[in-house]
């Protein structure tokens, strides 16, 4: 199978600490990887690494393509959606608007792309007039996925999707995800809710105090 990231010799570091040390990931193309840890241990300083946001040694591979060296803009032009902790939808703008801001210019592949997100994501569709202010926090969370799935990443990164959500809204995330990945989607996810991540994910690695403990295993 081959891969849609691959991650090797990834060192992260915030001033005089070492946030992630000499990790090697690997994102098979299709399906969800998900990295498993606690709070702190380095999950959200490796996502933000391969976006682009910090500073890092090591190589990052999108597909075939060397992306170490490319800005943040660039990464995000070569096919990586990033979706942070804490969702960070514009509160001001329509569920619409929230999803076309994201989408391209040409206005069928747009509109083709809108018609997706809403059909991943039916309760948007029923608020697609609302302002993202008056969406509960699951809704706003499939904001930020559908948002990210306007512009039809190469990679999608996932930062604690589950994090604050009731457990009848982590469902109906998990299964938005798993049709996601079905559809030939690539996501790289990172967790703290270890049993949500290996309901959904094909492979889960663990990190622990910033190293990978274990190598991706296939459920």
Same mark, same amino acid.
């Given at each position: 199978?081959?891969?849609?990231?691959?991650?090797?010799? /990834?060192? $992260?570091?915030?001033? *005089?600490?070492?946030? @992630? %040390?000499? +990790?090697? #990931?690997? &994102?098979?193309?299709?399906?969800?990887?998900?990295?498993?840890?606690?709070?702190?241990?380095?999950?959200?300083?490796?996502?933000?690494?391969?976006?682009?946001?910090?500073?890092?040694?090591?190589?990052?591979?999108?597909?075939?393509?060397?992306?170490?060296?490319?800005?943040?803009?660039?990464?995000?032009?070569?096919?990586?959606?990033?979706?942070?902790?804490?969702?960070?939808?514009?509160?001001?703008?329509?569920?619409?608007?929230? /999803?076309? $801001?994201?989408?391209? *210019?040409?206005?069928? @592949? %747009?509109? +083709?792309? #809108?018609? &997706?997100?809403?059909?991943?994501?039916?309760?948007?569709?029923?608020?697609?007039?609302?302002?993202?202010?008056?969406?509960?926090?699951?809704?706003?969370?499939?904001?930020?996925?559908?948002?990210?799935?306007?512009?039809?990443?190469?990679?999608?990164?996932?930062?604690?999707?589950?994090?604050?959500?009731?457990?009848?809204?982590?469902?109906?995330?998990?299964?938005?995800?798993?049709?996601?990945?079905?559809?030939?989607?690539?996501? /790289?996810?990172?967790?703290?809710?270890?049993?949500?991540?290996? %309901?959904?994910?094909?492979?889960?690695?663990?990190?622990?105090?910033?190293?990978?403990?274990?190598?991706?295993?296939?459920?």
């Amino acid at each position: 199978m081959s891969s849609a990231l691959h991650v090797s010799g /990834l060192t $992260v570091r915030h001033g *005089s600490v070492v946030a @992630v %040390r000499d +990790a090697t #990931l690997i &994102a098979p193309t299709g399906g969800i990887t998900s990295v498993v840890g606690a709070n702190g241990a380095g999950k959200s300083s490796l996502l933000r690494a391969i976006v682009g946001l910090t500073t890092t040694e090591g190589t990052i591979h999108l597909g075939d393509r060397d992306i170490t060296r490319l800005s943040i803009e660039a990464r995000i032009h070569s096919g990586i959606a990033y979706v942070p902790e804490g969702r960070r939808v514009f509160p001001g703008m329509t569920v619409a608007e929230n /999803l076309l $801001v994201a989408g391209p *210019s040409g206005r069928r @592949v %747009r509109s +083709a792309r #809108l018609d &997706a997100a809403f059909d991943l994501f039916p309760q948007l569709a029923a608020r697609m007039t609302h302002h993202a202010w008056q969406l509960s926090g699951g809704q706003q969370q499939m904001l930020a996925i559908g948002r990210a799935l306007m512009a039809s990443p190469a990679v999608y990164l996932l930062d604690e999707p589950t994090l604050g959500l009731a457990p009848t809204v982590v469902d109906d995330v998990a299964n938005s995800l798993i049709r996601l990945a079905d559809s030939g989607a690539t996501i /790289l996810m990172a967790e703290q809710n270890a049993g949500f991540a290996a %309901r959904v994910s094909r492979n889960l690695v663990t990190i622990r105090t910033g190293r990978i403990q274990s190598a991706p295993v296939e459920n």
